[in-house]
């Protein structure tokens, strides 16, 4: 909520994630940075700053490094990654207002880089703890795991051939890569095995598939605390 050139500053997501929202009242610019080195080269210039006219010359040549600007006006819609370095500026004289949520999307490319939250592609002082990145992770795990039993239960439930035959696609298409990517990363893999009510399901999945990643992600900032090998064993008794 704000009125003429109030904003969010520059930043980038604590974790990368994605995010959809609507403004409801208002108007507001939506600037986002390629995510990789361009976002950092953004950051390094001008992080938590909200660039308004007059803009200085140093603020110009940032902003012409951005990739997307958007006028978000009343009503519209919005979706980004909040991996790109991004900020948003109000413009014109009403109050914008705006809401927004942010989520992990089944796209495999968006879960690869879900997967780098706190590796070296992150801008260091927009981390979440490392702490509240590992319940983030398990709560992911726990979501994945829900989809998988749902899914299955609605294959073999469902009465209706159209509904079998989408549910079919988001079982052998969507779901299936979304769930080999986030296997890239040993922990996700360990932890979604261990789970026995999905572990059929997961070799059927993995089945002749190998791990394109190669390199396992390396967080920035260390757990303040020891991480079990398999902390969600504890969780729940499997």
Not at 171 to 188: D, G, Q, W, Y
Not at 202 to 219: F, M, N, P, Q, Y
Request: hydrophobic letters at 35%.
């Amino acid at each position: 909520v704000g009125g003429e050139y109030s904003g969010s500053s520059m930043h980038m997501d604590q974790c990368l994630w994605s995010n959809i929202g609507k403004n409801f009242a208002g108007y507001k610019i939506l600037f986002t940075w390629r995510y990789g080195a361009e976002s950092n080269a953004a950051l390094e210039a001008m992080y938590k700053t909200i660039m308004k006219p007059p803009f200085t010359a140093e603020e110009k040549r940032v902003l012409s490094m951005a990739n997307k600007v958007a006028l978000v006006g009343p009503g519209d819609l919005f979706l980004f990654s909040g991996a790109n370095a991004h900020m948003t500026l109000g413009v014109g004289k009403d109050l914008s207002l705006s809401a927004y949520e942010s989520y992990v999307n089944l796209n495999p490319t968006n879960v690869s880089i879900f997967r780098r939250s706190g590796c070296k592609e992150h801008w260091e002082d927009c981390i979440m703890e490392d702490d509240e990145l590992d319940d983030l992770q398990d709560d992911v795990i726990d979501q994945v795991e829900k989809m998988l039993l749902k899914l299955d239960d609605l294959r073999e439930n469902l009465p209706d051939q159209r509904q079998r035959r989408e549910t079919n696609a988001a079982i052998h298409t969507f779901v299936p890569a979304m769930v080999r990517e986030l296997c890239n990363s040993k922990f996700f893999r360990r932890e979604l095995l261990s789970i026995r009510e999905i572990k059929s399901q997961l070799h059927h999945i993995l089945e002749d598939w190998e791990s394109s990643s190669s390199k396992e992600c390396v967080r920035k900032r260390r757990c303040t605390h020891s991480r079990s090998p398999s902390p969600r064993v504890n969780k729940r008794a499997r």
